[in-house]
């Protein structure tokens, strides 16, 4: 305690002296009573960023998680939602945090990777922020209005609904944002699992998709594995497709998988949760949270969460944390240039279906 | 049996453990409320990991009123200092503060309390006996409709614009021109935001909080005295006269908590615009609308009574499909799923979770009653705010604001924005362009252009869809158009027809 | 207006041809839309870079605030104004109607409504003018001529109201007679200025305020900011004293329960130490004395 005292007091002392950087480095250091003393690490609480807004599938899992890392750390985790821009608005913040170990995030690539390729972002890589683990999967299904699936005498998996779209028994196609993965998606159905929708309608994002599907505004559109249990349970929408190479059928016994028809989607349809920290924390601060979501990860909490909403938990290390997105951007880019001919393409496509509209 | 259900609920509310929570949560709601900026969706977030150690009714209950007391703490800030505690109070402030400036802020924390008590009880009964009919029209509303009852929000415009029309309309389309910083709705443009700080465009509440609170504080600081001008005494009398007057508008009680509750229940658009609905109503269908905006009571009765059925509307999506329909309902179903209970129809169901649901409605019914006696028992202790010297009140309603909007999102822009708005919003008001026309345009232009684009996408591009049900099956559609037209139109209409009839 | 008896005499010399350019006395109203007029413009210029549906409702909207803003500006002169604007306005709509009917078709919905306007200044331009003049400068008078019915709702503050925004009251009343406005408008906020420096230093100590939060971060700016307010108007010490620490509670309180976030600066990074910090720091020397003076 005493050498912490002096080097407040030095700090005081060199306010004045020191540049703005030092200054920085000193006033996070000390103002947070940290220290550098690893052993010692989580000393206060911690901060979880959650690059969306609360009650989002991913802010579920942090929720879900946080408690239960409480007790492996001794420390509260306080959990920051700042959503914006597709979740690059908060990577962008955990890219700028101190790299303490105090502060550290959820990103959800490969789409975290495909949308930091689609809007440019050059302030930043992915490869920057630092892995931690990996504690989830969730990915796309395809959900379909009942009283529509009815009407067109009864969707049940991908060849009928691509049927009905055929014969023009329903009509629209939802999605989650222009521009967005599940766009490029939308696109690849239609091209390369000929799924030939009158008009494909981009949402604000997964509840608003889900909403419109359920209202019976499209007749069919996306929805993650969790939220296609939501969708299910309102009684109003079934799951049909299943996007992902995991296998849903524990969940939706009669969900038809889409490899039956083409290629794996995997790369652009399934999404991790990986825990990332700011750029250069230490790799000893990293493991304690590492451990920390391992057992949360184990919890038999979890587990019964994991059971009754539907939501895949998966336990993946730093390394495997890392497989998830170093490289990512070069992989959607090699698949994006042989589906549909590259981002440029991609980036024509979105601008032809607003001008279809004119 | 559904019965059984309501007497388990009352079984489960009626107990020690309960009711304190219930009161925890309402006190806590009116502080955060209270806080111009913050607002029930960060006071329900810091509340929601402390009730993992509860059980799933008290741990609700609690959210729940956290939820509804925010409401009426928003209104407090609203009237006594001008200030949107939340944005869904901000109507409260137009006739609200100028009962203050008047003297009349206890009969105005009266009638705030009445009003939102009568409206939540009515509300919550009305939810327990039609929420089958509520969970169908929540179906039924979708793109089309979302883009028309923010027009239908726009239109009100006409109504609210006091003098010249073209000054109105300036405001309400320099409001509207707010909207568009940001990434748009149908491309991956970022309008106008060469910064990330604005890539989500520009804070609606901090505007709110710049055009009200800091304009006010401006000119006050311009003032000698307090808030309340007139040589008046705050005694209980003007509470009485607030309960009175409440009473005496049962219409405006009734319409309003209506309009409320079906607007509130319109997920994405409902819980911010139906107080500015309500109010617009109040003063299209007064018989002296100029009145309003200088501390006619019916414009707090009209807005009051409607930000509390909106907290029983903005349940139904939330419970019935999950859907959030704002921040607030979002972490409302955070605290369901995180107690184990799945939003859908086994909320309503009576094998189901009907008991919890109804335990969490009667919840609210009886935080109303909390507030409505917390409320009056306040009123004078609050009301002589208003007499304390300005020199006390401005430096910390402008602490409290920047505070409040600084510590929300930690976005330089939104300090920015309070001072900008405050300065344009001072001067607005100093030459009399509507702050109010100014303000829906801020609050609607999002939701009426992106839901345009989609409804668009949905029709191929055909306005047909929002006028023609046989093609497009969107009854609802016609009705908000014909509405619109109506409100637009139907002075002119009647003019026409009244001279016709002198001649 | 408050501003006018702050500024010297060169101003007045500016003031005097603006006065002849503008046919009124000028005040903050005429900065007020200068800013929407140059905001409205610079924002439809800058709505060309964006995909060509991310375009329509900026331009339409800063098109209207811009064009809104000149002709409030030239209320004076809307009788010669505002054909000249219509048939710029009809001019540009037909010309843009046109090249985007060539490129892809569309653009009708501009076209038309370019003609239309131009038809009808030209066919029309007396009443065109006449026109606009009633609705930019008069109160709604929705059909005009009645009075008494108050089921038209705007119609009573005819009596009450148009000279707040006439041409020649706001001359009248510009500088001195702001008293004479207030009852003029009745039905909207009145302002009465006892002082007129008193939100210009609001104002100003708000900027302030901003800007030591985004170098020492909010917590310590607040005080500052209070301490600054106290010292304006001059309040009694021991007021004074009590408000600023009553400001520093409220702040280390949304620091402590809210938003730890708060205590940095945005510009620079500083994140002066936290007073509980500060105050461990004096508790702790507190024990150094006392140990000091144990051995001693």
């Known amino acids: 305690m005493f050498s912490v005292i002096m080097d407040r007091r030095t700090f005081v002392q060199t306010t004045g002296a020191v540049g703005a950087v030092g200054l920085t480095g000193l006033a996070g250091c000390l103002g947070d009573d940290n220290g550098d003393n690893g052993d010692d690490f989580p000393s206060e609480s911690l901060t979880w960023m959650i690059p969306w807004g609360e009650g989002g599938g991913t802010d579920t899992y942090a929720r879900q998680m946080a408690p239960l890392m409480e007790d492996p750390l001794d420390q509260s985790i306080e959990i920051d939602n700042r959503e914006g821009a597709g979740s690059m608005l908060g990577s962008e913040w955990l890219v700028q945090q ?71 028994e329903i009509s629209g196609f939802g999605y989650q944002g222009a521009g967005s993965d599940s766009h490029l998606t939308t696109l690849l159905l239609r091209e390369e699992y000929d799924l030939d929708y009158d008009s494909a309608v981009p949402y604000d994002g997964g509840g608003p998709t889900m909403e419109a599907v359920i209202g019976g505004e499209v007749a069919a559109g996306f929805a993650t594995n969790t939220s296609a249990v939501a969708a299910e349970e309102s009684g109003e929408a079934t799951a049909i497709v299943n996007l992902m190479d995991i296998d849903l059928d524990h969940v939706f016994p009669d969900i038809d998988p889409i490899t039956d028809y083409g290629d794996s989607l995997a790369w652009i349809t399934e999404f991790y949760q990986v825990q990332v920290a700011p750029p250069e924390t230490p790799e000893e601060e990293r493991e304690v949270l590492m451990d920390a979501i391992q057992e949360a990860t184990e919890h038999e909490e979890t587990q019964e969460w994991e059971e009754e909403t539907g939501n895949i938990v998966e336990f993946g290390d730093m390394d495997d944390a890392a497989d998830q997105y170093v490289g990512s951007v070069e992989e959607i880019e090699s698949q994006v240039d042989e589906s549909i001919g590259g981002f440029d393409e991609f980036q024509r496509l979105v601008e032809e279906e607003e001008d279809e509209e004119e | 049996m559904t019965v059984e259900s309501f007497v388990g609920a009352i079984e489960a509310l009626l107990t020690v453990e309960t009711m304190i929570w219930l009161l925890a949560g309402v006190i806590i709601g009116i502080i955060v409320g209270g806080l111009p900026g913050l607002g029930p969706p960060l006071g329900m977030a810091i509340i929601l990991p402390l009730t993992l150690p509860l059980d799933a009714a ?108 073209a000054k109105g309309l300036l405001a309400g389309v320099a409001g509207l021109l707010v909207t568009t910083v940001g990434i748009a709705p149908m491309s991956l443009d970022q309008r106008y935001s060469e910064t990330m700080y604005l890539y989500d465009g520009i804070d609606f509440v901090a505007v709110l909080i710049g055009l009200f609170a800091i304009a006010e504080m401006m000119k006050l600081a311009g003032q000698e005295g307090g808030i309340a001008k007139d040589e008046v005494t705050i005694d209980r009398a003007g509470i009485t006269e607030g309960v009175r007057s409440t009473i005496n508008h049962p219409i405006t009680v009734f319409k309003s908590a209506n309009i409320g509750m079906i607007v509130g229940a319109i997920p994405g658009a409902g819980a911010t615009v139906s107080n500015f609905v309500a109010y617009s109503e109040a003063v299209r269908s007064s018989s002296d609308p100029d009145s309003f905006g200088s501390g006619n009571e019916i414009g707090v009765i009209a807005s009051e009574a409607s930000n509390n059925g909106t907290v029983a509307g903005s349940l139904v999506p939330a419970i019935s499909f999950g859907i959030p329909g704002s921040s607030s309902t979002a972490v409302l ?31 609210l019914l009886v935080g109303n009653v909390v507030i409505l006696l917390f409320g009056l028992s306040m009123v004078t202790q609050l009301g002589y705010l208003t007499k304390i010297d300005t020199d006390y009140i401005i430096p910390m309603v402008i602490v409290l604001s920047f505070l409040g909007t600084y510590a929300l999102r930690i976005n330089p822009i939104d300090i920015l924005t309070v001072i900008v708005f405050g300065i344009i919003g001072f001067y607005m008001v100093r030459y009399n362009y509507s702050v109010i026309a100014f303000v829906l345009g801020v609050v609607l232009g999002d939701i009426a252009e992106e839901n345009l684009y989609t409804a668009l996408q949905l029709s191929d591009g055909s306005f047909m869809i929002f006028v023609n049900p046989l093609e497009y099956g969107r009854w609802l559609s016609l009705i908000l158009s014909v509405l619109i037209v109506l409100l637009i139109f139907g002075p002119y209409v009647k003019q026409w027809w009244e001279r016709r009839q002198a001649v | 207006m408050e501003q006018d008896d702050t500024v010297g005499s060169i101003a007045d010399r500016v003031r005097a041809p603006l006065e002849t350019v503008l046919g009124e006395r000028p005040t903050m109203e005429h900065v007020l839309l200068l800013l929407f007029l140059v905001v409205g413009v610079y924002m439809y210029q800058g709505a060309s870079e964006f995909a060509p549906d991310a375009q329509t409702f900026p331009r339409l909207m800063a098109g209207g605030t811009a064009v809104l803003a000149f002709l409030l500006l030239a209320r004076n002169y809307l009788t010669v ?44 331009r007396e009443r065109f003018g006449e026109g606009v003049e009633s609705f930019v400068a008069e109160p709604i008078q929705v059909m005009g001529d009645t009075d008494t019915t108050d089921a038209i709702p705007e119609s009573e503050t005819e009596h009450e109201e148009p000279p707040a925004d006439e041409a020649d009251s706001e001359t009248a009343d510009a500088d001195r007679a702001s008293s004479g406005e207030e009852s003029d408008s009745a039905a ?106 144990v051995i001693g």
Not at chain 2, 87 to 92: I, K, L, V
Not at chain 2, 333 to 362: A, N
Not at chain 3, 83 to 95: C, D, H, M, R, W
């Open chain 3, 81 to 124: 104004v505002a054909p000249l604007v219509g048939a710029g306005l009809g001019a540009y709509l037909t010309y843009d109607g046109v090249t985007t009917f060539l490129a892809d078709g569309g653009g009708l919905v501009s076209l038309v409504a370019g003609v239309g306007l131009l038809v009808a200044v030209v066919g029309f």
């Open chain 2, 58 to 165: 008290n741990a609700i209950i609690l959210l729940v009123g956290v939820y509804s007391g925010s409401m009426y703490g928003g209104s407090i800030a609203a009237i006594l200092i001008n200030t949107p505690g939340v944005s869904s109070s901000a109507a409260t402030m137009f006739d609200g503060y100028p009962m203050s400036q008047q003297g009349r802020a206890a009969t105005a924390l009266a009638i705030s309390a009445t009003a939102s008590a009568f409206a939540g009880l009515f509300t919550i009964a009305a939810l327990i006996l039609f929420s089958p009919a509520l969970i169908e029209m929540v179906l039924a509303v979708g793109t089309p409709e979302r883009f028309l009852v923010a027009i239908l929000g726009l239109a009100m415009i006409t109504v609210v614009t006091r003098g010249s029309l």
């Open chain 2, 333 to 363: 179903i955070g605290g369901l799923l995180m107690h184990d209970l799945r939003p859908g129809p086994s909320m309503f169901d009576p094998s189901g979770e009907l008991t919890l649901t109804y335990t969490m409605l009667l919840a």
């Open chain 3, 188 to 293: 909207m906020y009145v302002y009465e200025i006892d002082d007129p420096k008193g939100p210009v230093v609001t104002g100003a100590l708000c900027v302030g305020y901003m800007l030591l939060t985004f170098t020492i971060g909010m917590l310590y700016a607040t005080p500052i900011f209070v301490i600054a307010w106290t010292l304006w108007v001059r309040m009694d010490v021991p007021k004074a004293v009590a408000l600023t620490v009553l400001s520093f509670v409220t702040a280390y309180l949304f620091y402590d329960l809210i938003q730890d976030d708060i205590a940095e600066g945005w510009l620079t990074g500083w994140e002066l130490p936290a007073p509980d910090d500060l105050l461990g720091l004096w508790i702790h020397a507190g024990d150094l004395l006392q140990w000091g003076v």
């Open chain 1, 98 to 168: 101190d790299p303490d170990g105090y502060t550290f995030g959820t990103v959800n690539p490969p789409g975290w990777s495909f949308t930091w390729r689609a809007q440019d972002v050059d302030a930043w890589e992915p490869e920057d922020l630092e892995p931690i683990a990996y504690s989830g999967v969730f990915g796309y299904t395809l959900i379909v209005n009942d009283d529509a699936a009815e009407d067109a005498g009864g969707i049940d998996d991908f060849e009928s609904l691509r049927d009905a779209y055929a014969d023009d």
